[in-house]
């Protein structure tokens, strides 16, 4: 079965930097396509990014562009979101999620998910 196992949270000054880590395991995601969702208190779940396992194209929410970047370790099996810049509204919990089929610009569907890292911007 596919696990996400999220790292890397924690507490961070504005205009701070934090990577989080995503190991997934439980099969092949050649196919699939990988995203970070993140959560504020209050707040609905919003996508934050999302990479193509396969060939490694990437997509992010407006809100983040410029700052934020996903990667992937293929050997590592594990999915990287870099985060630049920080303010305090990335304040979430940020969860790592995976979806069969890899448009990358199709930000439902996802059916996987870790149990989500709390990142914490303070002012």
């Known amino acids: 079965q596919v696990q996400l196992v999220e790292s890397g949270g924690g507490l961070v000054q504005t205009g701070g930097s934090l990577r989080l880590s995503c190991a997934a395991s439980?099969?092949?995601?050649?196919?699939?396509?990988m995203g970070w969702f993140r959560q504020a208190p209050g707040k609905e779940r919003e996508f934050v990014a999302a990479i193509r396992w396969s060939r490694g194209n990437t997509y992010c929410a407006d809100s983040v562009k410029g700052r934020f970047t996903i990667s992937r370790d293929n050997a590592k099996n594990t999915v990287y979101l870099q985060m630049n810049s920080l303010k305090p509204e990335d304040t979430a919990v940020y969860y790592c999620?995976?979806?069969?089929?890899?448009?990358?610009?199709?930000?439902?569907?996802?059916?996987?998910w870790g149990q989500g890292t709390q990142v914490t911007v303070s002012s």
């Open positions: 439980g099969r092949t995601f050649s196919s699939y396509a």
């Open positions: 999620a995976a979806r069969w089929g890899d448009n990358i610009y199709v930000t439902s569907g996802y059916n996987y």
